[in-house]
Nanobody, 124 residues
Framework: QVQLVESGGGLVQARGSLRLSCAAS????????MGWFRQAPGKEREFVAA????????YYADSVKGRVTISRDNAKSAVDLQMNSLKPEDTAVYYC?????????????????WGQGTQVTVSS
């Protein structure tokens, strides 16, 4: 059983920065592929970034590439998303996700656990 608890969301101005954090319970966190997804009002949930269990592989959506960095600290059972140069288009509910399967990248299809979501609002 895995619980994902997110924090760090809030209201920021365009061009500002925000750091999201996802804390996971469970003793096997270090073996989980982790990632972040987001969903804007009226839109489908979309992939943002992912990181493999050992942190060696990272993946980013084209819409955020160069502006965000995903990282993990297995000792702390946490995965972070550093977001810079934020745009109003980044406004969405951001979700942390985990896959317990033997994969490098967590996806909508293989994700087994989801966080509650944290709101990020970027004002113009």
């Amino acid at each position: 059983q895995v619980q994902l608890v997110e924090s760090g969301g809030g209201l920021v101005q365009a061009r500002g920065s925000l750091r999201l954090s996802c804390a996971a319970s469970g003793r096997t966190f270090s073996r989980y592929a982790m990632g972040w997804f987001r969903q804007a009002p009226g839109k489908e949930r979309e992939f943002v970034a992912a990181i493999s269990w050992n942190g060696a592989m990272t993946y980013y959506a084209d819409s955020v590439k160069g502006r965000v960095t995903i990282s993990r600290d297995n000792a702390k059972s946490a995965v972070d998303l550093q977001m810079n140069s934020l745009k109003p288009e980044d406004t969405a509910v951001y979700y942390c996700a985990a896959s317990t399967r033997t994969v490098f990248r967590v996806t909508e299809s293989n994700a087994d656990y989801w966080g509650q979501g944290t709101q990020v609002t970027v004002s113009s």
